[in-house]
């Protein structure tokens, strides 16, 4: 099972009223595993950068200004993620700048369902605690101190630990086990037969006989003699 966690960083919080993506950052998961494949870029917005939103990312007007535009991203964008389920901290937020990114290019948009909340998840699970991103770190003991500002790919990254403890917590064994299965399938061996191991010697030798006698000596009256 393929999924991508996916996260933004923007201009702003309305994407209807002018605010811009400016970063994108994806992790791809397989079976619930993290396979090492991300995608990240920088967005210009081709606006100016409010101080409220630069506070938050740190990403300025001038370093966004040469940057690609969306229109020269969204293809690899849409490649990367493919068909895969979307897991995603506040999926309306993303999802709306994404969709009105791709509304300003006559693309389809990328449909709700697809889109796994974790903030939702998290609020099921712990009725009246905080479900911001820093606050399930500390629940789950993620380490999220290099997370001065946000950026979204490091938000991805710390996402995808959250998302897995959400649902249950890591089972590589059961990974590990499915892939063991297929490997010997592939080779066309009998995953139901026990492993075969060469039997260990178990007698005592010569000296440990030796030693134990000695031992035997030094006690009274000991059991082991007839």
Not at 51 to 58: I, T
Not at 75 to 101: T, W
Not at 140 to 152: C, V
């Amino acid at each position: 099972m393929r999924e991508i966690v996916l996260d933004t960083e923007t201009t702003g919080l309305n994407p209807l009223g002018g605010h811009r993506v400016v970063e994108i950052g994806c992790l791809e998961l397989n079976n619930h595993m993290a396979t090492g494949r991300t995608y990240q870029c920088y967005i210009n917005p081709e606006r100016d950068m409010p101080p409220e939103a630069f506070a938050v990312h740190g990403l300025s007007e001038e370093f966004l200004s040469e940057q690609l535009l969306f229109a020269d991203v969204a293809d690899g964008f849409l490649e990367f993620i493919g068909d895969a389920g979307l897991v995603i901290h506040n999926a309306q937020f993303d999802m709306g700048f994404l969709n009105a990114e791709l509304a300003r290019l006559k693309r389809p948009a990328l449909p709700m369902e697809r889109a796994t909340d974790t903030v939702a998840l998290a609020r099921k699970k712990f009725p009246g605690a905080q479900a911001n991103l820093d606050a399930l770190c500390r629940r789950f003991h993620i380490d999220n101190s290099g997370r001065e500002l946000h950026g979204a790919l490091l938000d991805a990254q710390l996402l995808a630990e959250v998302y897995l403890e959400l649902i249950g917590g890591r089972q590589p064994d059961l990974v590990l086990e499915s892939g063991n299965r297929a490997a010997k399938e592939k080779k066309g061996e009998d995953d139901t037969a026990p492993n075969a191991h060469p039997p260990r010697p178990h007698a005592a030798s010569e000296q440990e006989l030796a030693a134990h006698a000695a031992f035997i000596d030094t006690l009274t009256d000991p059991v082991w003699r007839g």
